[in-house]
Structure formats: structure tokens, C-alpha cells
T-cell receptor, first 116, second 114 residues
Framework: AQTVTQSQPEMSVQEAETVTLSCTYDTSESDYYLFWYKQPPSRQMILVIRQEAYKQQNATENRFSVNFQKAAKSFSLKISDSQLGDAAMYFCAYSNYGGATNKLIFGTGTLLAVQP | EPEVTQTPSHQVTQMGQEVILRCVPISNHLYFYWYRQILGQKVEFLVSFYNNEISEKSEIFDDQFSVERPDGSNFTLKIRSTKLEDSAMYFC????????????FGPGTRLTVT
């Protein structure tokens, strides 16, 4: 069974600085998707970024980028120029590719605080 | 931009009562999901639904739970006899399933069982 591990329960960053959130996963599949979701206090789940395992190039979305290391099964999220609105819980998630359900398997989350 | 909607936003019920949580997925999506998040914990998969039947369910999804797509737009989760431990945030999600597997989440329904 696939698992997702986030070893940092809480992180803090100064506004305008850069922070990296860690995520590791375990799977025997070769094709899969990885995601970072943001959950602000409203508890809405917002997709931040997506990475297809077959793509070697790391995904980037504006100030958000990932460092995907397939061999190491590592998928970290880098937030550049942190803003107060980035403060939230961040969940790393895994999904199989091409399966019947493609359910998401989530990590336990990292609570990010942004200091002004 | 199309979005997943859920009603109600907050439901309070007494233990042993039946509740139905409603979701309207994005209209061209084919795969539908329910997830649960107990306060302070991670999001857990409950069930997936495709082509009018359950495609996978977790061990949490026991006989007290059922899902239905009664018409072309709604997707419901029913809990037959609620327990205190069913108190959680319930999220509905949907995806097209055509090779783009990112799931779009609704805003959630907070269920409180007293």
C-alpha cells in the first residue's frame, strides 16, 4: 500500500523569505501523481501544484515549485517570497495513475506560519 | 470557473440519526469521491464512485455509509445511524478522469454529532 509522510508538523517563515516543506512517499508503482494541497483556516482544500511521475522536469506555479526526486521518493514544496496569505496547513498527496479510482492518499500535513 | 459545491456547510445531528450530505460535482466530471477529515487529523479517503457504482471504498466506509447519484448532478453521502466519532469535515471531490487526475474539492460539510 502507498504511504505519504510529512515529517514537519509545523514550520515558520518570515514574510518575503523562502521555505521548503518536505514530503516522502512509498509506492511500488512507476507511474503516479503527486500533489500539494493548501488548507487555510476555512478548511477548503486548494490545489497548489501537481507533478506527474513520468515528467523529469519539476513543476512550477508562480511562487510555488517542487523538487521531485523519484529515486529517493521525495517531493518537497518550495514557497518563494512568502506572503501572509500563504499561512495554512499544507498536505502532500499521492495518486496512482490509470487506476480504477485514483484516490488521493494524504500525508499528515505541515502547518505553515508566516511571520510579518 | 466551475466549482464543486456542498450543502449544508454545517450539520448538527444527534447520535443515532440519519444524515445526508449533498454535493454537486463539476458538470463534465465522471469520477466522484468522498473524503473525511477529523479535526486536527489528515484527510482520509472514504469512497470513490464511477459509472453509477462504487469503484473503491475504504475500511472506514462500513454498512452505515452509502452513496448515491440520484440524478445527473447531485452526489450524496448518507450516514444511516450517526456515531459521535462520525463528527468530522466531509469533503466531496470530482475529476474528469480523462488523464487529468487532479481532484477538485468542495468547501466541505462540517458534521457535528452530539
Amino acid at each position: 500500500a502507498q504511504t505519504v509522510t510529512q515529517s514537519q508538523p509545523e514550520m515558520s517563515v518570515q514574510e518575503a523569505e523562502t521555505v521548503t516543506l518536505s514530503c516522502t512517499y512509498d509506492t511500488s508503482e512507476s507511474d503516479y501523481y503527486l500533489f500539494w494541497y493548501k488548507q487555510p483556516p476555512s478548511r477548503q482544500m486548494i490545489l497548489v501544484i501537481r507533478q506527474e511521475a513520468y515528467k523529469q522536469q519539476n513543476a512550477t506555479e508562480n511562487r510555488f515549485s517542487v523538487n521531485f526526486q523519484k529515486a529517493a521518493k521525495s517531493f518537497s514544496l518550495k514557497i518563494s517570497d512568502s506572503q501572509l496569505g500563504d499561512a495554512a496547513m499544507y498536505f502532500c498527496a499521492y495518486s496512482n495513475y490509470g487506476g480504477a479510482t485514483n484516490k488521493l492518499i494524504f500525508g499528515t500535513g505541515t502547518l505553515l506560519a508566516v511571520q510579518p | 470557473e466551475p466549482e464543486v459545491t456542498q450543502t449544508p456547510s454545517h450539520q448538527v445531528t444527534q447520535m443515532g440519526q440519519e444524515v445526508i450530505l449533498r454535493c454537486v460535482p463539476i458538470s463534465n466530471h465522471l469520477y466522484f469521491y468522498w473524503y473525511r477529515q477529523i479535526l486536527g487529523q489528515k484527510v482520509e479517503f472514504l469512497v470513490s464512485f464511477y459509472n453509477n457504482e462504487i469503484s473503491e471504498k475504504s475500511e472506514i466506509f462500513d454498512d452505515q455509509f452509502s452513496v448515491e447519484r440520484p440524478d445527473g448532478s447531485n452526489f450524496t453521502l448518507k450516514i444511516r445511524s450517526t456515531k459521535l466519532e462520525d463528527s468530522a469535515m466531509y469533503f466531496c471531490a470530482s475529476t474528469t478522469g480523462d488523464g487529468i487526475y487532479e481532484q477538485y474539492f468542495g468547501p466541505g460539510t462540517r458534521l457535528t454529532v452530539t
